[in-house]
């Protein structure tokens, strides 16, 4: 299903039926192409997921998102999962918490002391399922890179979800983020592992809004300060019209948000 472009992925979900399976022992349906978190979600079910965005495509790499299939070995990542009819899946048995549990632990151990952001997705799902302090030990510290005027990039708070890499090159077609390397050296890089103030980068922000961790955020530790007042408005650059939302405080912008118009869909252009 993922091989597929978006335009045919919506033309065989339009031929495809609604499923109905069994989810937390409630019998429920699902649309085409609902993947199983996404029918969690509508039922009130909490399963963590971070590398899943809406309006990304799945790329199933960060695997808090495990839950049990009745009849199947090993676990699978909910958010690249599509029920059949007559499945039974469990979102929270006691393996399948365990296992989300273990992934935002070992996520947890590598997470700096210092915040980036307000809204740290990893640290709000670890307190929602009872993730005490990591057991295991941080990796290597990474350095700052504050090249970019924009955009402060902290990957010592990354854990390689790839949703910046997705925004940039599927929602706003740059492609200036790459990731290099693999396994415990895996890591984000722009362009040619320049700093990112030296990359192609057109200050889009749409990585900023993806990063689920602060590890991209607006320069300066805008995104810290609490805004007194948020402003809606209309992007002034091109006439297409998006929908902003600027996050004043002192009569001074601190950052911008991309607001859910019809021409941009939460997109910052
Ligand atoms: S700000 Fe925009 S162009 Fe720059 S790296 Fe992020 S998504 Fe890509
Ligand atoms: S920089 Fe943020 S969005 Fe990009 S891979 Fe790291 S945590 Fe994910
Ligand atoms: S949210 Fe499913 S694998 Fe990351």
Redesign the pocket.
């Known amino acids: 299903m993922n091989a597929l472009t978006r335009a045919e992925r919506a033309l065989v979900e339009s031929t495809e039926p609604s499923v109905t399976f069994t989810l937390n022992g409630r019998e429920v349906s699902a649309q085409p192409g609902e993947n199983l978190l996404k029918v969690a979600q509508r039922e009130g079910f909490d399963v963590p997921h971070l590398c899943y965005k809406d309006g990304l495509d799945p790329a199933g790499n960060c695997r808090a998102c495990m839950v049990e299939i009745q009849g199947e070995r090993v676990l699978a990542p909910s958010c690249c999962r599509y029920p059949a009819q007559g499945m039974t899946v469990q979102t929270d048995s006691e393996r399948a918490r365990r296992a989300q549990r273990t992934v935002l632990e070992l996520l947890q151990s590598d997470m700096p002391e210092a915040e980036y952001t307000r809204h740290n997705e990893l640290d709000e799902w670890s307190a929602r399922l009872d993730v005490g302090k990591p057991r295991f030990a941080p990796r290597e510290r990474v350095a700052a890179d504050l090249s970019h005027p924009a955009?402060a990039v902290n990957l010592d708070a990354c854990i390689q979800c790839t949703r910046?890499l997705r925004?940039?090159r599927d929602e706003?077609v740059?492609d200036?983020?790459g990731l290099a390397q693999r396994g415990d050296a895996a890591r984000i890089v722009?362009d040619m592992d320049d700093p990112m103030g030296a990359s192609t980068?057109?200050?889009?922000?749409?990585?900023?809004q993806a990063c689920p961790t602060g590890a991209l955020m607006p320069a300066r530790d805008a995104a810290l300060a609490v805004p007194d007042r948020q402003v809606k408005s209309v992007c002034p650059y091109c006439g297409v019209g998006c929908q902003l939302t600027y996050n004043v405080k002192d009569n001074r912008i601190l950052y911008v948000e991309g607001r859910d118009g019809p021409a941009n869909h939460e997109r910052c252009v």
Do not use: D, K, L, R
């Open positions: 955009i910046c925004a940039c706003q740059n200036v983020i722009f980068c057109v200050a889009c922000g749409e990585c900023v």
